[in-house]
């Protein structure tokens, strides 16, 4: 794939870069691990406040950035707009938390004597250059929840972002070096997939972090594995969303359309794979698919836009793909399932019905506003349906019932069960999946612990 900005709305390539050579690679290489030698030992307070300056720019950029990511991967701009947004919360919420999440943890005291010490404690120190493997589908947020644990933990930053969204991917780089951060702190790597593997290979990159797909997520794997070097992998997901007798249904199937085709469908922890208990499925159904059939795709820039186009032109034929597979098999759409005439890679909002194993889009993650309905009979049947699938990233249980709360919250295969409301992402908690979904944690204090070294002080009598 080429470098450049590539409008999804008109199909039109606005800008073009050139990939950087050898040298330059090189250059930006020994920056990260200079820069690396003297940043490590900064302050808590120091890196706090260039945290802190950075989000205050994003906010003042925040409209003209929300432009740039709509016109280079198609969410509607008032998605891009909060996106930003998100992203100076995180900001300010790692500059204000990572001094405590960082400190020092003192054992028990009588397990310090039962060592022999007379002081034994645990410090979290930086580990180094981290390289970030990051994806075109929410350009800013991705990069954020990395960057910003990663900087304030004394780490420096190595980005390949997408190649279709350079423009963001530099402007993180500006954004860092405005606020004051020392040159090398956080850096763009304009490189194509090809090259990162070789970059991850330099023993001056300590580590790396991808979000993406499973195919990424196992090559990466491979060579880190290979170089001894620590990961973090958030892959795909194909998150269940059950509604039970006892729900709401009018609030689960509002939501249920919010959570499908939260920036144009296009989103890992988007709930895709709907499991209603029989006895609600026909009241949840019409619900659901009069919301989905209600929606307004168009251009993006434009504010009473609900769905944009999807990000590439492959994104939307492997789409469509799992769409003419599950009705080759006899699935029923029940609104959508054609896209429309004219420029640009729209694809409807589109309800399926009647999935069953053999097809392609139970087992596969569908990329775009498209949503699967099944109905379970009963509990078991929900937990079934829900955990089979090669994916765990998050779910979504709709019911007012304690027991069944807890049942699904002991049983579901997946690294978020969020109770009566749509998956989310927030600095303070744990993000990551199991499966093939991925492994490690992003956010909160485990995030900014993965790129720690965890080192025991001992000290004798």
């Known amino acids: 794939m080429p470098i450049a900005t590539v409008n999804p709305a008109t199909g039109e390539t606005v800008e073009t870069f050139e990939a950087m050579d050898e040298d330059e690679l090189e250059r930006r290489l020994e920056l990260a691990e200079a820069t690396f030698r003297t940043y490590r030992t900064s302050a808590f307070a120091e890196r706090a406040r260039l945290l802190h300056r950075a989000a205050d720019l994003l906010d003042a950029d925040q409209d003209s950035i929300a432009r740039t990511m709509t016109t280079e991967m198609g969410k509607p701009l008032a998605q891009a707009r909060a996106e930003a947004g998100k992203c100076a919360k995180a900001m ?51 990069v954020v929840r990395f960057a910003a644990p990663a900087l304030m933990a004394g780490n420096v930053g190595l980005l390949k972002h997408a190649s279709n969204v350079p423009q963001t991917a530099l402007y993180l780089e500006d ?26 290979r330099d023993e001056r990159v300590r580590a790396a972090t991808l979000t993406g797909s499973e195919p990424a997520g196992r090559a990466v794997a491979a060579t880190a594995g290979e170089m001894i070097k620590k990961t973090v992998l958030e ?14 249904i009018d609030r689960a199937a509002r939501t249920a359309v919010t959570a499908r085709v ?118 078991d049947e929900a937990v079934l349906i829900a955990n089979d699938s090669p994916f765990g990233l998050s779910s979504n ?64 009598a």
């Open 92 to 142: 300010r919420w790692y500059a204000d938390h990572a001094e405590e999440l960082l400190a020092d943890e003192e054992p028990a005291e009588q397990d310090v004597k039962d060592s022999g010490a007379s002081r034994v404690r645990v410090r979290y120190r930086p580990i180094g250059p981290v390289l970030a493997v990051m994806p075109w589908n929410f350009p800013l947020w991705q």
């Open 175 to 200: 954004l860092f070096h405005r606020a004051g951060f020392p040159q090398g702190c956080f850096q763009t790597l304009l490189i194509g997939s090809g090259a990162v593997d070789e970059v991850l």
């Open 235 to 248: 892959l795909g997901g194909s998150d269940p969303y059950v509604v039970m007798p006892s729900a709401d």
């Open 262 to 379: 939260q920036n144009n469908g296009q989103s890992c922890i988007a709930a895709k794979r709907f499991i209603v208990h029989t006895d609600v499925y026909d009241a949840f159904a019409e619900r659901f698919v009069a919301g989905m059939a209600a929606l307004r795709t168009g251009d993006p820039m434009d504010e009473g836009t609900d769905v944009g186009p999807l990000a590439s032109e492959q994104g939307r034929a492997d789409l469509e793909e799992l769409v003419d597979d599950a009705q080759r098999s006899g699935a029923q759409v029940l609104c959508g399932g054609q896209r429309p005439e004219g420029p640009g890679w729209f694809y409807p909002p589109t309800v399926l019905a009647g999935i069953h194993r053999d097809m392609r889009i139970h087992r596969e993650e569908a990329f775009g506003p498209v949503a699967t309905l099944y109905r379970a009979g009963d509990l």
């Open 397 to 460: 249980v709709w019911t007012r019932d304690e027991a069944e709360m807890d049942r699904f919250v002991q049983d579901l295969e997946a690294g978020g069960v969020f109770v009566n409301g749509m998956t989310a992402s927030h600095p303070a908690f744990p993000f990551g999946g199991v499966k093939r979904s991925g492994y490690g944690r992003e956010l909160s204090g485990h995030g900014i612990r993965e790129f720690c070294n965890i080192t025991t002080v001992w000290q004798g």
